[in-house]
């Protein structure tokens, strides 16, 4: 009997001064940096290509062009979507031990020989400085393929208590009925691997449309679970325009489940059109999704300032705050303001702001132009308004790269524009209330946003502390006591919100496993009755 393999968090690493693992990094970004490939289409393993091109680029140096690929069209995609249903015949009755042995080799590869590959196509390609891709596209990427086939393993040991003499009962944990389809977003590799693999995980196949402004870690991912042994066609790999390969999917009706994150309005058309599709599927989709955020942390007079500045600073301007945790909007009593402020803007002083191959800049650049143009409308909306002050920050140029400075914007109006709306971009606006005003605020919190992803609060009052926890329980379905609200990591904090920010279906435990699973209940009996009558039956 094979022995328990229990799953452990990976290892960050460090990439100090001096490092073989820095050495590496920067050797693989620099020969990665100057090539470019083409990345084709990927069907059943076999490769396809068509005049349709995109151009995957650096940000932080959008005229380099670092890779090609060839956009699908709804010819691929009814390929894909064929071939899926043939290949599922066999993968849904594949053993659950072949399959978590071929994600825990897929584990295996990215700790190794794979590392420096993904990383370095995720620091090019998404600019994330090395810590940042460190973090996403090895550490928790190798987290979600390890804990997921524990998950998976401790699913499939979950059976009835009960089986009374004469009768065995049983569950079988079956795939679902179709294909999923798996929309993945640009900002995180390892959110990118998990949509996609966590289905197939549990026997399901999936169809894979990566975000256009992030296809180069993605198609690298692609070869490492081929490498890993995962049979061709259970991904199939399908960059392309939103349109042109959703359509035709969502209007299948063998599509049994969308593994979704990205934007709120995107994700509310999806919905919409399996609705208006419902009568023509074969079994109702499963819909999961994560979507939106306007994270929040809510200060409280007895806080630490340093502890409290260090946290404003990492949540809201790691990766650029292009998180959907990335803290974007803080409350602050108005009693301690003077010396946070003292604080805060002169660490903000500190923070450079550059290419990621620059391992001393903190902040990098924004994803695309598109994204540039609406952060960067957002910062001029508040240096025009009266109700508001950039207090650090506020400049931005898109020469070269696409480079916003840090903001931070300071408002009297506890409903301004960017305390309400989903920026996805380095700002934080900040509201000072006064401290005596504690309730009033916890409500302010709550029902300003839309959203309900992630939020934090921070201070030394324990008895102000659990008033936030309680006042606040469905503000956010990720909450952070005296920390930044980002950093989930899988197997200690499941992650997803509610409300507007998604269905909450948790990535990083089993509870988002079980989405993709259609359970039957077996009763197999050994001595069956042979009359009808039962004893009340008989005459007194």
Same mark, same amino acid.
Request: aromatic share 12%; hydrophobic share 35%.
């Given at each position: $009997?094979?022995?328990?393999?229990?799953?452990?968090?990976?290892?960050? /690493?460090?990439?100090?001064?001096?490092?073989?693992?820095?050495?590496?990094?920067q050797?693989?970004y620099? +020969?990665?940096a100057?090539?470019?490939?083409?990345?084709?289409i990927i069907?059943?393993? /076999?490769? %396809?290509?068509?005049? +349709?091109?995109g151009?995957?680029?650096?940000?932080?140096?959008?005229?380099?062009?670092?890779?090609? %690929?060839?956009?699908?069209?709804?010819?691929?995609?009814?390929?894909?979507?064929n071939?899926a249903?043939?290949?599922?015949?066999?993968?849904?009755?594949?053993s659950?031990?072949?399959?978590?042995?071929?994600?825990r080799?897929?584990?295996?590869?990215?700790?190794?020989k794979?590392?420096?590959?993904?990383?370095?196509?995720?620091?090019?390609?998404?600019?994330?400085?090395?810590y940042?891709?460190?973090?996403?596209?090895?550490?928790?990427?190798?987290?979600?393929?390890?804990?997921?086939?524990?998950?998976?393993? =401790?699913?499939?040991?979950?059976?009835?208590?009960? &089986?009374?003499?004469?009768v065995?009962?049983?569950?079988?944990?079956?795939?679902l009925?179709?294909?999923?389809?798996?929309?993945?977003p640009?900002?995180?590799t390892?959110i990118?691997?998990?949509?996609p693999?966590?289905p197939?995980?549990?026997?399901?196949?999936?169809l894979?449309?990566?975000?256009s402004?992030?296809?180069?870690?993605? %198609?690298?991912?692609?070869? $490492?679970?081929?490498?890993?042994?995962l049979?061709?066609?259970?991904?199939n790999?399908?960059?392309?325009?939103g349109? /042109?390969?959703?359509d035709p999917?969502?209007?299948?009706?063998n599509?049994?489940?969308?593994?979704?994150?990205?934007?709120?309005?995107?994700?509310?058309?999806?919905?919409k059109?399996?609705?208006?599709?419902?009568?023509n %599927?074969?079994t109702?989709?499963?819909?999961v999704? #994560?979507?939106?955020?306007?994270d929040?942390c809510?200060a409280?007079?007895?806080?630490d300032?340093e502890?409290?500045?260090?946290?404003?600073?990492?949540?809201?301007?790691?990766?650029?705050?292009? /998180?959907c945790?990335?803290?974007s909007?803080?409350?602050?009593?108005?009693?301690?303001?003077?010396?946070?402020?003292?604080?805060?803007?002169?660490?903000?002083?500190t923070?450079?702001?550059?290419?990621?191959?620059?391992?001393?800049?903190f902040?990098?650049?924004?994803?695309?132009?598109?994204?540039?143009?609406?952060?960067?409308?957002?910062? =001029?909306?508040?240096?025009?308004?009266a &109700?508001?002050?950039?207090?650090?920050?506020g400049?931005?140029?898109?020469?070269?790269?696409?480079?916003? =400075?840090?903001t931070?914007?300071?408002?009297?109006?506890?409903?301004?524009?960017?305390?309400v709306? #989903?920026?996805?971009?380095?700002?934080?606006t900040?509201?000072?209330?006064?401290?005596?005003?504690?309730?009033?605020?916890?409500?302010?919190?709550?029902?300003?946003?839309?959203?309900?992803?992630?939020g934090?609060? $921070?201070g030394?009052?324990?008895?102000?502390?659990?008033k936030?926890?309680?006042?606040?329980?469905?503000?956010?379905?990720?909450?952070?006591?005296?920390?930044?609200?980002?950093?989930?990591?899988?197997?200690?904090?499941?992650?997803?919100?509610?409300?507007?920010?998604?269905?909450?279906?948790?990535?990083?435990?089993?509870?988002?496993?079980?989405?993709?699973?259609s359970?039957?209940t077996?009763? #197999?009996?050994?001595?069956?009755?042979?009359?009808y009558?039962?004893?009340?039956l008989?005459?007194?």
């Open positions: $009997m094979n022995q328990k393999k229990y799953a452990v968090n990976e290892t960050v /690493k460090s990439y100090e001064p001096g490092s073989q693992e820095r050495h590496d990094i050797k693989k620099d +020969e990665m100057n090539q470019s490939i083409d990345i084709p069907i059943n393993g /076999k490769e %396809y290509r068509t005049e +349709e091109i151009e995957c680029i650096m940000p932080h140096d959008h005229q380099n062009i670092i890779a090609t %690929y060839h956009k699908a069209g709804k010819k691929e995609v009814e390929l894909a979507i071939n249903l043939e290949v599922w015949k066999t993968w849904s009755r594949t659950l031990e072949e399959r978590t042995e071929i994600f080799r897929a584990a295996e590869l990215l700790q190794g794979w590392r420096d590959t993904i990383n370095a196509a995720t620091m090019l390609n998404q600019s994330k400085n090395v940042q891709a460190e973090i996403d596209s090895a550490c928790e990427l190798i987290d979600f393929f390890n804990f997921n086939s524990q998950y998976a393993e =401790e699913i499939y040991n979950n059976q009835p208590l009960i &089986s009374p003499d004469g065995k009962n049983h569950l079988e944990y079956r795939p009925e179709g294909f999923i389809f798996a929309i993945t640009f900002n995180f390892s990118a691997g998990n949509l693999s966590a197939a995980l549990m026997g399901n196949v999936a894979w449309k990566p975000a402004s992030a296809v180069l870690p993605c %198609y690298y991912l692609m070869k $490492m679970l081929e490498e890993a042994g049979p061709n066609g259970v991904i790999f399908l960059p392309g325009s349109g /042109k390969v959703g999917v969502l209007s299948n009706p599509l049994a489940g969308v593994h979704f994150t990205g934007s709120t309005e995107t994700f509310q058309h999806i919905w059109s399996i609705g208006n599709n419902i009568n %599927y074969k109702y989709p499963r819909i999704g #994560e979507t939106g955020g306007k929040f809510i409280h007079e007895s806080v300032i502890e409290l500045s260090t946290a404003m600073i990492r949540g809201a301007f790691e990766f650029q705050g292009q /998180k945790s990335a803290m909007r803080a409350y602050i009593p108005t009693n301690i303001w003077e010396q946070l402020k003292k604080v805060y803007l002169s660490e903000m002083e923070i450079k702001v550059g290419s990621p191959r620059d391992f001393s800049n902040v990098n650049a924004v994803i695309d132009k598109n994204a540039f143009d609406s952060i960067t409308n957002y910062i =001029e909306f508040a240096t025009n308004a &109700s508001a002050d950039i207090i650090s920050g400049n931005y140029d898109d020469s070269k790269g696409f480079f916003i =400075e840090p931070t914007i300071l408002t009297t109006d506890p409903y301004f524009k960017t305390m709306e #989903e920026i996805f971009g380095p700002v934080l900040i509201y000072l209330y006064d401290p005596k005003d504690w309730d009033s605020t916890l409500d302010l919190v709550d029902k300003t946003s839309p959203y309900a992803l992630t934090c609060v $921070m030394k009052d324990k008895n102000a502390i659990q936030a926890k309680d006042h606040l329980t469905h503000s956010a379905g990720n909450f952070y006591i005296n920390d930044k609200p980002t950093g989930a990591v899988v197997g200690q904090q499941p992650f997803g919100g509610s409300r507007a920010s998604g269905t909450n279906d948790k990535a990083g435990s089993e509870l988002n496993l079980q989405r993709w699973i359970i039957r077996v009763k #197999e009996t050994f001595d069956p009755p042979k009359d009558r039962y004893p009340f008989n005459e007194d």
